[in-house]
């Protein structure tokens, strides 16, 4: 069974910084894509960062300058390096993982972590 676990949230001031990580276990076949996404109160989830096996990296343009995502393949483990944070950055953020088995594509959700930016 593939599991999915983030790590690394908390509170923090605006303008401070936070690492979050995602590693998924018990995976069978190839990870291809990894992503973050975060959940406000009220809101839709939203796509924050993502990165390909390749290195190929994506953000959402209220990140960019801020986050960056990076990844270790041989321990299946990204992360999202989140500096200058602001209140509006609130959420739970979530890692989202794509599995190649053969032909077949999976996603996979981690439960969450708690990002709260507050003075």
């Known amino acids: 069974q593939v599991r999915i676990v983030e790590s690394g949230g908390g509170l923090v001031q605006p303008g401070g910084s936070l690492r979050l990580s995602c590693v998924a276990t018990e995976t069978i076949g190839t990870i291809n894509l990894m992503t973050w996404y975060r959940q406000a109160p009220g809101k839709q989830r939203e796509l924050v960062a993502g990165?390909?096996?390749?290195?190929?990296?994506n953000y959402a343009d209220p990140v960019k300058g801020r986050f960056t995502i990076s990844r270790d393949n041989a321990k299946n483990t990204v992360y999202l390096q989140m500096n200058r944070l602001k209140p509006e950055d609130t959420a739970v953020y979530y890692c989202n993982t794509e599995l190649s088995q053969g032909r077949d594509v999976y996603h996979y959700w981690g439960q969450g972590t708690q990002v709260t930016v507050s003075s």
């Open positions: 990165m390909t096996s390749g290195g190929t990296t």
